[in-house]
């Protein structure tokens, strides 16, 4: 029997695919990175069909890729070694919301989105916000975070335990419904952020929030990238307890209003949102205003009203949409680094000047609270000079990132894309990386040449 006939025996026939489409459809994401064909889609509905795959895979030697929606942005997802695209969209049950712990427990392939519309009904919601809907299970392989990190932390601070099947088809649970625990090691922070590496993800027990009793956005304009991130500095050094700081660049808001018609100024804005209480809030606003008019800013709007708020974060939300629309027949490609934010500002006018420099067309965006900002690049990947220059220069912003002691991808995640660099990043720890990978994976069968280049392992 070939292999689509071998999973049949596991799976029932109509959720093993060799389409053509399916398989087109499973062999790229939405980066630039070049596409590669499954031999054949798989769609689970259960931990023990995930298993029963995965070992099935793992006795056969054949490579396997866990897929969720697709929205990755470093060719996570991407089969280069084909195998079983194993498709986790069918795992989309919320078991259980457990209101009084406030944590919620789900499968894999849920959506923000559709987690937060069950959520509302019992007053909470979940806070990882990275702007597409994508699916909990490939946040969480991703370790995903995004707009309210620089409040309520990354994917990483809201695992609270994870259902995963290992190479061999094991299925264990990596931490518990308790807030904290000192007993053994910390298996929940090495599975978030593996990419598929280590263990297919079957389940999340995950952390919520009540939603707040007030949610004020406001938008600033600077006259420098310096001023703007002073005031971030500012804001942040008076311990006002902001939820979001989104950094727009010039370019980016150029952007924004040729997309959503909107007619604000082409200067670097930030975009802030202060979730609390109408006492507190108000403070923390009039605050925020001293600190940000001290530091030069040039104009802030403040938006309670709901519909004005989410026109004001849907235009920042659809940034990369607006670009992607501008340039049709062209595709987005996004750096992504983290720096200390005493380094932030120059390693942003670095990029601004390198994007110059190199003669493409730019933006500059970023969750600039916890240091991470994004170059917006649309390349036309046909086009040979257009992707080396591309690739030119985000291997120039990392580079500086990575003398500034930052991080070559603060959410996005490795991939293929950002492989070469880590052992740049973490020198002697990337050995201990491929250690765990060859312990829990010996066979290399989970997610092959994701993180790890060939020749290292």
């Not at 519309?117 to 909990?136: I, N, Q």
């Not at 004020?216 to 050094?237: K, N, Q």
């Not at 992504?336 to 500002?345: A, N, R």
Request: glycine share 8%; proline share 4%.
């Amino acid at each position: 029997m070939n292999l689509q006939e071998q999973l049949q025996q596991i799976i029932p026939k109509e959720r093993v695919s060799t389409n053509e489409t399916m398989l087109q459809q499973h062999s790229r994401d939405e980066s630039y990175h070049t596409p590669s064909l499954p031999d054949v889609v798989v769609f689970p509905i259960n931990s023990d069909e995930v298993r029963q795959v995965v070992a099935y895979a793992n006795e056969n030697n054949i490579p396997i890729v866990p897929f969720g929606l697709g929205t990755s942005l470093e060719g996570h997802v991407i089969p280069y070694e084909g195998g079983i695209s194993l498709d986790m969209s069918m795992m989309d049950k919320i078991i259980e919301v457990k209101e009084g712990d406030f944590l919620v427990k789900v499968q894999p392939g849920v959506t923000r989105s559709q987690l937060n519309k069950e959520l509302k009904k019992y007053g909470l919601f979940f806070s990882v916000d990275p702007g597409a809907d994508a699916t909990l299970g490939g946040m969480a392989a991703t370790n995903a975070s995004g707009t309210t990190s620089v409040k309520y932390g990354i994917m990483r601070d809201q695992v609270r335990d994870l259902e995963v099947v290992t190479a061999s088809g094991t299925l264990i649970h990596t931490g518990g419904l308790s807030a904290k625990s000192s007993s053994g090691y910390h298996l929940n922070g090495l599975m978030v952020g593996s990419e598929g590496t280590l263990g297919v993800i079957t389940e999340l027990t995950l952390q919520v929030y009540g939603i707040p009793e007030k949610i004020m956005a406001a938008r600033a304009s600077f006259p420098t990238i310096h001023a703007a991130v002073d005031a971030v500095v500012g804001i942040l050094s008076a311990g006002i307890p902001i939820a979001r700081v989104e950094l727009v660049d010039a370019r980016s808001i150029k952007q924004v209003n040729q997309h959503s018609q909107t007619a604000y100024a082409e200067q670097p804005t930030l975009f802030l949102e202060f979730h609390g209480n109408e006492s507190g809030l108000k403070q923390d606003v009039e605050f925020t205003k001293d600190i940000v008019l001290d530091l030069g800013c040039e104009d802030i709007a403040f938006e309670l009203d709901s519909k004005a708020r989410h026109q004001l974060w849907e235009a920042r939300h659809n940034l990369a949409y607006a670009f992607i629309h501008g340039f049709p027949g062209k595709k987005l490609m996004v750096t992504d680094v983290s720096l200390p934010l005493s380094e932030l500002s120059e390693a942003i006018i670095h990029a601004r000047e390198a994007i110059e420099n190199i003669g493409l067309d730019g933006a500059i965006v970023g969750h600039v609270g916890d240091g991470n900002f994004h170059v917006l690049l649309m390349v036309d990947v046909d086009e040979p000079e257009d992707v080396k220059k591309a690739k030119q220069l985000n291997a120039e912003i990392v580079d500086d990132a990575l003398d500034r002691s930052g991080t070559c991808t603060g959410e996005h995640g490795v991939g293929v894309g950002k492989a070469i660099y880590q052992r740049r990043e973490h020198q002697e720890a990337y050995d201990v990386m491929q250690t765990i990978k060859q312990a829990l994976d010996p066979k290399g069968i989970l997610n092959p040449g994701k993180i790890f280049t060939k020749n290292s392992l």
